[in-house]
């Protein structure tokens, strides 16, 4: 009796609630996965202005002297600059009413001397004066820096009350190292010694591996930066912080109460302004190799000049040394830079750490690209955070629907779906599996791999598994416990029958490797495959169809339904004999492509679609290695399996199984080889039109569907097939224009890009009318080649001339299959 197909994943009817989600404990990684995200979307906006403003103070000094030409520095002249006492001076005739109180001068010709006033009253601070360095005459104002200054305040207290804005920035600047911190433990590689894990990135990922990848890896670039940046901050943002530091480097500073009193002297001046000669003359005999000099003193009589100032040889730009000289010129004291102690030494390396200075030009432009990164960080961050909330509200959707009450098969028992899910596409899938399943009549038990355990496995007699790959290869967080069990395990699963659907982007050099694994691992257990892992890259529709075919196959009732049928039956490994070897497409600018013949057992039979795995001989160095797959061209009744095999040759010389097959093994040597089901690529079971659309070594798998047809005396075929060059690759020729001939290919198709007929999809579109009377009149599509170009070419062509609804819609009804690699 022919069992009614199951419909497509997109079926919304369950037939029963799934089982209880168990509850588990949250692992480490999921823990910090939560608080890597809480952090980003609460204080990542605030961080983003932080970052921002950060960049633009970091090169403050050269965008200033942008904006003002000739004001900061002017052309070098042949006389000597100003002296400390000649710049003071000159600022005092344009101010008498003001009392100055520093000096800045710098050893660099054409630099302007920067003389600073006394605060008035009510200011927090005094103004700054710059004095052409030969003339003497005020430079103008600088323009833009009362904005600069307005960006200064945002960036270190975000325009709040210095007291108030102060711990509000540190404890962002704690925030941003808790996010740096997280995203290393999060995105920590499987090769963690390999600096390529860590810092290289792949420009081809689409989609959220792309998102992911460059958050994660422009992270770990910035990681160091973002330390620096919040252990910098925190030590000036609380003031517990910076005592303790300070104590630790044995450094007492003034109490904040005395240096406030300082600042609020009155502006005017109430005594003989001090004569600088004799102490500038002290410090230029003490100090013949200064690059700036910064004099600060009072008119107080007996007050000594203090100087800080930098040598020529100075490591960073805070490394200054100090000198007390009197107004007479006496030296009082001299504390050159080397001299201090480490804990100083130490200390003044925290601002030009934080700004990069400490590492000149490269170290600011690193620490400016990467207060740049922020909003790049944050706008990354929330797009995989929404894309991630969209996959939870789509699961929970489809948990709802399949709450619904639609009565399940009476005595039938229920198949565990499983699901092992990162962002939330691999339940929804799961939960979609469950519909289908449950719609035809098979009750279904939907639950997360981190609620289960191998013993739980052994209840069950049939189980489907969707498994996301977390990336490279890894298992998502929550299926690490349940992987380690499983790998761990002992015990063997006879009476389990599995499918895996594997979930991954092969963008990544371990495309689908946790679903693969988890596959080979309840084969090892001695779980049977109700039908070969289906490997879906990046949410492709067409891999999830040839998931809803292959259970379409399995019918309703328990899935046990299908394993009867020798096609779908995993065959043993046997011997052999490889009886020819030929040929197709000599001269050919492309890698040879062969014809070979394989003796099978005369008792073998398959179905039109069907692969085989070839079993390559060990090479010396790996023993055993993986099979590899190929499509069959053939049908039982040629008495052969033919398979055609393009030549692959890497750097290292020619591809281990393609090298053996079209070379290496002489005619009659034993090929280890068996049968292996296609349910996603299975012929259709009634007489409609069939369009076979393909590419290269793709030909194999439309031609034994093609033989099947005309076996069966089915006409209406029609073949669009794509090669390079007509007079070296018409692969097969006699074969299809015999059949066009005799009417069994009524519209064939065969497209040589190097001839300028273009691609397979070009044709496609230039036969569009045709195309969409043929899917009205209810033909199947089968696309059978390489997955790179033909196939996303196809792919897009079908959208645009169906409309994307229409091709998912033929996808899911079984009517669009694929074979792809």
Known sequence: M?????????????ARGPAPRTWAWPTWKQVWFQLHWFIGITAGTVLVVIGLTGALLTFRDELTDLINPGVRHVPAEARPMLTPQQAAQAVRMAHPERRVTSVIVYSEAGSAARVGLAPLPGQARGESVYVHPYTGAPQPELAGDAAFEWIEFLHRWLLLPRDTGKPVTGTLALCLLGLALSGLYLRWPRRALDWRAWLTFDAHLKGRPFLWALHSVAGTWALVAYVIFTATGAYW???????????????????????????????AAKGPPADLTPAWNTFTQQAPDWRMAFLRFTDKPGDPVQIAWLAADAPHPRARSRMTIRTDGTLAKNEPYAAQTAGARALSTIYPLHVGTYFGL??????????????????????????????????????????????AALGVAP?????????????????????ALQAAGT??????????????????????????????????????????????SAATLPDLRYAVLALGDRGYPHFCGYGLALDARLAALGGRRLFAPVEVDDGDAAAIARWSAALACLGAGPLGGCIADPATDEQPWQSWPLTGRTLLNPGSAGAPLFEVVLAAPTDLHWQAGALVEILPPADGTAGSLSPRSYSIASIPADGAVQLLVRQVRHAQGLGVASGWLTEHAAIGATVTARLMPNPAFAPADADVPCIFIGNGSGLAGLRGHLRARVTAGRHRNWLLFGERSRAFDTLCAAELHRWADAGFLPELDLVFSRDGDGYVQDRLRQRGATLRAWIADGAVLYVCGSLQGMAGGVDAALAELLGRDEVDALAAAGRLRRDVY
């Open 362 to 407: 490269p170290g600011r432009i690193a620490m400016m690209l990467a207060s740049l990164a922020l909003p790049g960080f944050a706008v990354t961050g929330w797009m995989l955070y929404l894309k991630r909330r969209r996959q939870a509200r789509a699961a929970r959707a489809e948990r709802a629907r399949l709450g619904q009450d639609i009565p």
């Open 2 to 14: 022919k069992r009614d197909p199951l419909p497509g994943l997109t079926t919304a009817a369950p």
């Open 443 to 488: 009750p279904a038990d939907v639950r997360s791999v981190a609620t289960l355990t191998p013993a739980d496995l052994a209840g069950y007699r049939d189980a489907l598994f969707v498994a996301s790959s977390y990336g490279e290869g890894e298992p998502p967080d929550g299926a690490r416990r349940f992987t380690r069990l499983l790998d761990d």
């Open 415 to 435: 198949v565990l779906v499983a699901y092992a899910s990162q962002t939330g596409q691999a339940e929804r899938l799961a939960l979609r599996t469950a519909a």
């Open 237 to 267: 943002a609380f003031e517990s912080v910076r005592g303790t530091v300070d104590g630790w480097a044995g450094v007492q500073r003034p109490a904040r109460e005395a240096v406030g009193k300082k600042v609020k002297a009155p502006g």
